[in-house]
């Protein structure tokens, strides 16, 4: 076993650096290191419109399915409020067990990793708390999150690790004492600057959202949260049209500007018009984003007949390659 998990820590580094270079050319557009064979050119400047009337309609109709359980989401809840059998929501428990799994909850198969979880915290519940984590060997600890299936095991030991120690150290090992007195959203996002992953900006409006959503987090201004970009949100965004490119290609990272900024400002400003809060339509889009959109399963989609089903768009991981087609 020692044996096998050394060499998964080595293709983790490989993977990681291989990553984070890809990620490093996109954001200086020299992609033609990585992707030459595409036949991509360098790109400065990528011009983008929103098509806020589409933003809209679309905007309402998910709402209304979504909320109502209508079509395709009848019957659905998302991964991460769907409880293990022995978990008591609103207690100290569900809180780490939120923090621990949403800690990891990047670059993989959400329902899977959701799913996995809550079979390892009905069997093992104790592994999801600071004071094991940090008394066990980091080996013990990092079998463990690979087999909920974190992309990275040595670095979600590391993030577990990290985590734990922070909660221990100023919260008594309670993530609800983040907030002992409500807070905004900005100064939420400075205490978790302490917290690797949780810190960036798709996970940290995802906890937020999570956690104010169950109580576990007094936020202030929740209702202002923007809504959590990622590649599932994104593909939704640009398949669907809202999101139009208007010169002829665009390679960028799905959390990164321009597209995060311009994403967010499009739901943002629906969510305005709606009369509701910006990360209310995450829950919605993610699901057709992930569950549908991914696939092209257009057939199943309740926001069908107002789709552009963008097509010359793809996802490298969170990278977006798009080039403009002539349909």
């Not at 096998?4 to 990681?16: G, I, S």
């Not at 659905?76 to 409020?81: I, L, Q």
């Not at 022995?86 to 949403?102: P, Q, S």
């Not at 995060?260 to 969510?271: F, M």
Request: proline share 4%.
């Amino acid at each position: 076993m020692e044996g096998l998990l050394d060499v998964l820590d080595f293709l983790d580094k490989v993977e990681m650096c291989l990553f984070y270079y890809i990620e490093w050319c996109v954001k200086r557009s020299v992609v033609n290191a990585i992707f030459g064979g595409l036949g991509l050119k360098k790109t400065v400047k990528t011009e983008f419109v929103i098509d806020d009337l589409k933003a809209l309609k679309i905007a309402a109709k998910l709402f209304s399915e979504f909320y109502n359980r209508k079509g395709v989401f009848e019957g659905y809840s998302m991964p991460e409020y769907v409880l293990p059998r022995n978990l008591k929501e609103g207690t100290r428990e569900h809180a780490l067990f939120l923090t621990y799994v949403i800690s990891i909850d990047y670059m993989t198969d959400a329902e899977k990793l959701w799913r996995k979880s809550r079979g390892a915290y009905e069997l093992h519940p104790e592994r999801f708390t600071p004071e094991e984590i940090l008394k066990v060997s980091p080996r013990t600890v990092e079998t463990f999150v690979r087999k909920l299936g974190a992309r990275f095991g040595s670095g979600a030991v590391k993030t577990w690790v990290a985590i734990s120690k922070v909660l221990l150290d100023k919260y008594d090992g309670d993530p609800r004492n983040i907030t002992k007195e409500p807070l905004g959203i900005v100064d939420m996002k400075k205490r978790l600057n302490d917290f690797p992953y949780l810190r960036g900006n798709k996970l940290s409006n995802f906890y937020i959202r999570v956690m104010g959503e169950k109580g576990l987090f007094k936020v202030k201004n929740l209702e202002e949260l923007d809504i959590p970009v990622d590649k599932q949100v994104a593909r939704f965004t640009i398949y669907t049209g809202v999101l139009k490119l208007l010169d002829k290609q665009f390679i960028g990272c799905a959390q990164d500007n321009p597209l995060r900024s311009l994403i967010e400002g499009a739901w943002r400003q629906v969510a305005k018009t709606l009369g509701t809060a910006p990360w209310k339509l995450d829950e919605p889009i993610w699901t057709i984003g992930s569950k549908l959109c991914s696939e092209r399963k257009c057939g199943k989609c309740p926001v069908e007949d107002l789709c552009d089903k963008t097509k010359g768009g793809t996802f490298k991981e969170n990278t977006v390659i798009w080039r403009k087609t002539l349909d």
